[in-house]
Structure formats: structure tokens, C-alpha cells
């Protein structure tokens, strides 16, 4: 229980967690344009009394008696969400509450999830007698793996020691997530007329690379992520029907494990095709927390399980052991009419809560 007893049982806090889902969801917030949904955070951190920063559209909060000579937690989730598809039968940015139901865009993704840290970080705000500081985190950009997110912050806070980031798991532990590549391929060939035996088809050239990327597999596989996964997503090539292209460009994803680093991924491609490939960025890396570690010991021990997430998210930013836990399904993320059930919410600050106190007091 919170010191001043102003905040006490699940139930009050799912209350406030709901309240301000609500207004998140009123208010677009697509990655890049969140100055409303972090107008509303700052509101609600100021209705506190909590002291917090800014910096474009992240927000960061440290408890109370923060003590630099303790380690850190940090709490982090995005308040960014992607755009509704066309799918959509209901108003996304009208929060519907219906058969147990909140409606509306980014309710599962993760405003449910960012809204239960929220309301747990002002739980554990004022209690002078923590092991740990707390830090909060609401982010944005999370979407579109943006630098002006998490990223953009991890600087300004202190050294972390582990990390629980707010993304829908239905509460179970999410202790490892693949990182994510993106490599641009470009096959060449040389142009001619396809009427004769003229040229060198980039086409073909790009199809038996494509053909080696479908069929490869990595010799090492993760115990708890599974295998590397690279999938071609793009391809463009020609310009004309008789013009043999002399290029032809294609874009692989690349779900890569904690066996690998993303160099050492490249390389082994870059061996084995013959087009020229070029990194978008190598920033987004594969993340785990041991499952002996206490905060995951602890989500053991209130029923939960543990698994590898084959989905990136902020965890790919921070470089200390981070758990991946939210209320929430991730199957309903970017999808129409996307919900959440509210007692999902006040069960999952029920765990938040339970988890933390077998650290961190």
C-alpha cells in the first residue's frame, strides 16, 4: 500500500488506469503525433503531485525518495499507436465500454499496459522503505521503432538493473524477444532487349538469392526463441515488358535470436548471396532476462509462464534485463474494433503489484 493510503487496493487503481485509458483513447496519438496522449500523462502525473520530465513526447517519473545509491527499475510502455485500418465497424477514438469490453485504438496496444504501470508507479511513488528506485517511463514512437522514443531518453535516466515493459501478454513472462532486421538487397544484372539473348536478367539473379533465404536455416537455435527467421517482403524490379531489368531490389526481414548477433547474421547472408545488402539499422537487438531472475521467479510463483516473444518492441532499446508482461491479448493488437476486458486491467495491476513487492520491498 502506497504510505499515504490515497492509492490502496487493485480495484481503486484499475478505476484511475480505466479513467485515463479513456482519454488516451479520445485522443490520436499515431507515432510522431503524441502531444495530446502526453499532454494527458502530464495531467495526471501533476494531479499526483509527481515531479516529472519531458522530452518531445516522452515523459519519466522517479519515485519519491529516490536514492542514487540503490538500484533501478524501470517501468516503461508507449503511448503511440499505429493508424485504425479501414476494417474498423466502430468510432476507434470513442472508448465504448460494452460486455465487460473497452473499445477503441491502442487499448489492447498498450494503452491497457501503459496505463497499469502508470497507475503502479504511483503505488509504490511516496513508500520511503523500497530496495529499489522506480522509474516510470510512457514513451512514443514505439510503432515505427522511432529515435525519438525510448531511445531518445535512456541517456537522461539512471542505470537500470532490470526493466518490465508494458506490452499485451495476458500477464504471462515474456523473458526473451528476437530482434528485428531489416536488410534492402539489390540484385544486378545488365540490361538488354528481351527479344534477344541480350543481358543478364537481375530478376533471376534476385529469385536464387530469394530461393537460398527461403530455404537457410541458422545452425544455432534459441531454447526459448526458437530459430531465426528471415521472410523477403518487398521486391521491385523493371521498368518496361522488353527491357531485361538490370536491377532488381528486394527487403528481407529478419527475426534474429539471442544465438546471433545482427553482424554476425549479416555476415552469413552476405556469404551466401550474391546481392548487395545494406543494413536500415542494427539498433533494434535481441533482449532475454534470465528466468532465475526475481522479478521473473516472482510472476512463476503467481501461476504465470514464461515464453519467447517472436514480436520486437522497446525492450530491443534498453541494454539491462528486461520482461516483457501486460494485460491484454497481443493477437487484438492493430486490429479492428481493438478491446480490451476490464477485468484484464485490474487483474494485471494486481500482478504488477504483487511481482514488485517480492523485489523490491
Known sequence: MSETGTISSPATLAQEAIQLLKQLIATKSFS??????????????????IPFQRKKNNIWAYNQHFDP?????????????????????????DPLVQDGKLYGLGSNDAGGSLCSLIVTFCYFYDNPHLTHNVVLAATAEEEI??????????????????AIVGEPTEMHLAVAEKGLLVLDCI???????????????????????????????FPKVSPTLGPIKMSVTIINAGSQHNVVPDACKFTID???????????VITIIQQNI????????VRLRPSSIPVEHPIVKAGVKLGRTTYGSPTTSDQALIDCPSLKMGPGHSGRSHTADEFIYLHEIEAGIAQYIQMLEEVIL
Do not use: C
Not at 496522449?37 to 502525473?45: M, V
Not at 528481351?194 to 543478364?200: M, P, S, V, W
Open 187 to 217: 540484385a544486378h544484372g545488365k540490361s538488354g532487349h528481351a527479344a534477344r539473348e541480350e543481358g543478364e536478367n537481375a530478376i533471376y539473379k534476385a529469385i536464387e538469392d530469394i530461393q537460398w533465404i527461403r530455404n537457410y536455416q
Open 32 to 49: 510522431k503525433e503524441e502531444e495530446g496522449t502526453a499532454a494527458l500523462i502530464e495531467a495526471f502525473l501533476n494531479r499526483k503531485g
Open 274 to 281: 550474391q546481392s548487395e545488402i545494406a543494413a536500415r539499422s
Open 145 to 162: 521503432s522511432g529515435r525519438e522514443g525510448l531511445e531518445m531518453i535512456v541517456d537522461d535516466l539512471p542505470p537500470i538493473e532490470f
Open 69 to 93: 545509491s540503490k538500484p533501478t527499475v524501470l517501468l516503461n510502455s508507449h503511448h503511440d499507436t499505429v493508424k485504425p485500418n479501414p476494417s474498423w465497424t466502430l468510432n476507434p477514438y
Open 254 to 264: 529478419v527475426r534474429v535470436t539471442d544465438q546471433y548477433t545482427l553482424e554476425e
